[in-house]
């Protein structure tokens, strides 16, 4: 089992999104961590955006390279998942596709 202290944002983790309703996201899939390291230390839920091989460029889908292959980070489906969704860590982001993604997260978010 995940423990608290593993998860760091940045880092993607394999995780169960089932079940969904609607166009949500489905399946376990790869999901990268965008919450704070400082929330990530003393809950045990964390904010994940999904990757996926099977999408366009889309605004707030951010193109990256994850294990060889090509693949985007899906920023309009992001949630708040229970540690107990974490199946194993897959690895970590890219320095700059994490930064893109965050920076996109902050236009989404402006107010």
């Not at 608290?4 to 880092?11: E, F, I, K, L, S």
């Not at 809950?43 to 707030?60: D, E, K, L, R």
């Not at 920076?103 to 978010?109: I, N």
């Amino acid at each position: 089992m995940v423990t608290v202290t593993d998860v760091r944002r940045g880092q993607v983790y394999l995780v169960s999104l089932n079940p969904t309703r609607g166009r949500e996201i489905k399946k376990t899939r790869p999901c990268v961590i965008v919450s704070p390291n400082e929330l990530n230390s003393y809950t045990q839920t964390y904010i994940v955006a999904p990757m996926t091989t099977g999408s366009h460029a889309y605004p707030f889908r951010i193109p990256c390279q994850f294990q060889g292959q090509s693949a985007y980070v899906v920023l309009d489906q992001i949630r708040t998942v229970d540690r107990v969704r974490l199946v194993k860590r897959l690895g970590r982001l890219s320095p700059q596709a994490l930064e893109k993604s965050l920076s996109a997260l902050g236009e989404m978010f402006a107010v």
